[in-house]
């Protein structure tokens, strides 16, 4: 894995003194091959549920693991509906997935996405009422 290391400089004057200002240095990691996607059902949503879906595509030779994946839902129009989230088409336990109601945050687990793969996970939404 690459590594891109960046930092930015300023060079100007400060009360007539010559001033250098240097931020922080910030690390990207250049990782080909791993690509998280998500997309929703309906374009233009008039009755029943939304289904949101979240695809982790894993094209690399190596296994991607102790994945967190985390999404924070605007409930000012939806509700999450409890008990929904499917990984691979197969319901998740408690133990991959929680929603923090206040926090309106969406936690799932996975423990591997193996190399040349792609876990799905899906979940639904309902109308604010």
């Known amino acids: 894995m690459n590594k891109l290391n960046n930092t930015v400089t300023a060079l100007g004057n400060y009360k007539d003194i010559p001033t250098t200002l240097t931020s922080n240095t910030f690390v990207v990691n250049m990782i080909d091959g791993l690509k998280l996607t998500k997309s ?29 994946i985390t999404d924070i839902l605007n ?39 193996a190399a040349f793969s792609r876990n799905t996970v899906s979940f639904l939404v309902a109308k604010k009422t």
């Not at 008039?46 to 030779?61: D, F, H, K, M, V």
């Not at 129009?77 to 990984?87: A, D, E, T």
């Open 40 to 68: 929703v059902d309906k374009k233009n949503w008039a009755s029943g549920n939304l289904t949101y879906t979240i695809e982790l595509e894993n094209q690399t030779e190596d296994s991607y693991t102790n994945v967190i």
């Open 75 to 113: 409930t000012s129009l939806i509700n999450f509906i409890i008990g929904s989230v499917k990984i691979n088409n197969i319901e998740a336990t408690s133990e991959e997935s929680s929603y923090d109601d206040k926090a309106h945050k969406l936690t799932i687990s996975l423990n591997e996405v």
